[in-house]
Every structure is written in C-alpha cells, then in structure tokens.
C-alpha cells in the first residue's frame, strides 16, 4: 500500500542500495551504528516525496544531506519491498 501523503517539512529520500559482502550476524545497535556512519557518507540521494509545506524540492530532485544530520536520518517502511528515509527539510543542505 502506498502512502498518501508526506505531511509537512519533511522529505523522503531514496534508500541507497546496501551492498552485503559478508554473512556475518550484527546486533540491532551495532547494525544502528553502521548504518548511521554509512549515512555521513551520502553526498547525493533522490529525493522520493516532499511533505505538504516543501516548495523547494520536487521528486527526482538530488540533495545532499548535513553530514551533521546523518545520525537523525529514520529509515521507514512504506511497504514490504519500500524503504526509504525521513530527513526535516532542514536537514537538507544542497540540490544538485
């Protein structure tokens, strides 16, 4: 089921593919601390939907993200195969 509508200053961003290179089990906090340092590391990211007060972006725009922010950065469900992630448009600090 899609979405029907992104509320506010706040942006969807495509979820970069995660690449897994080995079979080895992480915790859940360890996994959380990964993920977060793998987030500082994303100069441009697709922007999937804006919220109802966003009148700078638009979907397919590309943005980079605060490296500073990266660790507010939420990836939420928005179906079984759709993740993606939830910035504030203040988090936003560049459109390509």
């Known amino acids: 089921m899609e979405f029907r509508k992104l509320l506010g200053r706040r942006v969807y961003l495509e979820l970069p ?33 804006v919220g109802s007060d966003v009148t700078d972006l ?11 922010s990266a660790a507010k950065v939420l990836k939420i469900p928005l179906g079984p195969e759709k993740d993606v992630l939830l910035v504030s448009i203040f988090d936003i600090a560049h459109i390509w």
């Open 58 to 68: 638009q979907e397919g725009d590309e943005v980079m993200i605060d490296p500073g």
């Open 17 to 49: 593919v995660e690449k897994t290179s080995s079979l080895a089990y992480i915790d859940d906090e360890t996994r959380a601390m990964l993920e977060a340092e793998r987030l500082k590391q994303f100069g441009r990211l697709t922007v999937y939907a």
